[in-house]
């Protein structure tokens, strides 16, 4: 009986591990409406810029930050931050508060 809680918390611990390191699923897609948008690190004005988009390039958004200013997102492999001001949504699916 000892055995068998072991195993089933040993289970438990494998399945905790297994999903929280699956990504998190986007919300929707979105597309920059300008050149030049900085790609940040965190989300404010002066964190550190991962990389530069240019008009027309395609994110995946994941989530709006606590302040409302900034929109998780992915392009190519870079996870990062954009303003919510240079994106607007693609698909049909971005939530109402864009």
Same mark, same amino acid.
């Given at each position: 009986?000892?055995?068998?809680? =072991?195993?089933? $918390?040993?289970?438990?611990?494998?399945?905790?591990?297994?999903?929280?390191?699956?990504?998190? #699923?986007?919300?929707?897609?979105? =597309?920059?409406?300008?050149?030049?948008?900085?790609?940040?690190?965190?989300?404010?004005?002066?964190?550190?810029?991962?990389?530069?988009?240019?008009?027309?390039?395609? =994110?995946?958004?994941?989530?709006?930050?606590?302040?409302? #200013?900034?929109?998780?997102?992915?392009?190519? $492999?870079?996870? $990062?931050?954009?303003?919510?001001?240079?994106?607007?949504?693609?698909?049909?699916? #971005?939530?109402?508060?864009?």
């Amino acid at each position: 009986m000892k055995k068998l809680q =072991v195993l089933a $918390g040993v289970l438990f611990l494998f399945a905790l591990i297994t999903c929280a390191m699956l990504p998190a #699923q986007a919300i929707f897609t979105a =597309v920059t409406n300008t050149d030049k948008v900085k790609l940040l690190s965190e989300p404010t004005a002066a964190a550190a810029v991962v990389k530069v988009l240019k008009l027309g390039d395609i =994110v995946k958004v994941y989530e709006k930050s606590p302040d409302g #200013q900034f929109w998780e997102v992915e392009h190519k $492999g870079s996870h $990062g931050w954009i303003m919510i001001h240079f994106l607007s949504p693609k698909d049909h699916r #971005q939530p109402s508060y864009f």
